[in-house]
């Protein structure tokens, strides 16, 4: 029995865990998938894994662990490589990075540098942004429930768009803006109909989730209205995010044309054209073997092309476009290392046995595994082995049987206390998802380069956890 979807609950459906199948009685395969891994990861010749040419036990020994490594060319490359898909398209285009997926000033000054905007969700996210440099002009807030002191923050920073997510934030911003005397710009959140999980989407009518308005209910078009007829707000353009980790650009296809034919509809109700289209981020990455993400270079075209069209068919001009991916930018780039402290033989029903080898992290950071039923791939980081494989499963310190990193895996049977385990593409919800729980502190994230190594984010100290404690002052 399995929990959840790996892009989040989907209508409900439960996944069936399948177990890994691999020979046993060979050895694991040392070498690493180039496109699971960040571009500069390898094996050196001593059998250690490397990170732009570091291996993975010095990044230990200078950091500790448990350790995000984050690949800085491979997740510069990512963002360069998504704003240029666009460039020279028939639309002007705006990417702007999801910063939920992982946020510090050095990545916002990386993506920025690229040429993406930022995209923000939280007066943190908002304040993280703009501390470390990164306009009002180029980000865009988005939320169901942001609150006044957030709206209010936006619009002292001058934050180009706002997504507006329910009739009362319409009313809180017009009223916040008329305070400040200034004209908020609006995106509408529009609930399509459309949701797009992995290698399928449903397209319908549904509108049992919390963000947006639905096109269907007609709801869409009444906060279309709301926003016109305040004085303090200008509708800028309409908003539409239809899932995460999807594989197949049919979602965002079905999506564009419903978009497009909601464009022209605002137009013959109430004579205005709306000239921006957000198409919200989604893209998946390849967490394993199964995965085969969309290259953003080919739907790129396709998708502007389908916009241009369905406009066209319309007689709408073509929109501006906007797009917000998170985890395709960052998810790759990281790998998180960690510290083998214990290994069980357990016995399994019906025969066999497992291998539950525990590392020093856990769900604290990565709860997606627990929350999604993620899969990972790992690998043993410090060393080869020609012993056999056995079937393991990694799983964390915490007190929590569903603590569990890496579900079904094969390592080396010789694997053993003091080893390092890397485990792939967690740059995205994993460090931003981090918690506490068990009064863990949080991990570093070191970045690597050219054979050098810097902290992004420093690993946090039990003085940081203790100081909002009075008790302990
Ligand atoms: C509105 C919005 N935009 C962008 C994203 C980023 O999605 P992803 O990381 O899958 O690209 C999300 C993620 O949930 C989102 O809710």
Redesign the pocket.
Known sequence: MSRAHPAGPLHGDLVTTSEVSAPPNTAVSAELDPLTWSANVARGESGQVTVAGIPVGELSDDYGTPLFVLDEADLRSRARKYVEAFRGSAAEVDVYY?S??FLSSTVARWVTAEGMRL?V?TGGELALALRSGVPGEQLLF?GNNKSAAELDASLAAGVSRI?VDSFDEIEMLARIARERQVVAPVLVRVTLGVEAHTHEFIATAHEDQK?GFSLASGRALQAVERVLAEEHLELVGI?S?I????FVASGFEVAAGRAASFLAKIRDEYSVVIGELNL????GIRYTADDAPIDIGEMAPHLVELVASECARRGFPMPRLAF?????IV?PSTLTLYRVGTVKRRSLEGGGSRVYVSVDGGMSDNIRTALYDADYTVTLANRVSDAAAVRARVVGKHCESGDIVVRNAWLPADIAPGDLLAVAATG??NRSMASNYNLVTRPAVVSVADGRSAVVLRRETLDDLFATDPGLA
Not at 243 to 246: C, D
Not at 280 to 283: R, V
Not at 324 to 328: L, S
Request: with cysteine.
């Open positions: 999801a939920k997926a995209d969700c988005h997504v963000f908003h995010h899932g995460s980790q999807i919200g981020g989604g893209l917000e991916p998170g985890r395709a998810g995205a919800y």
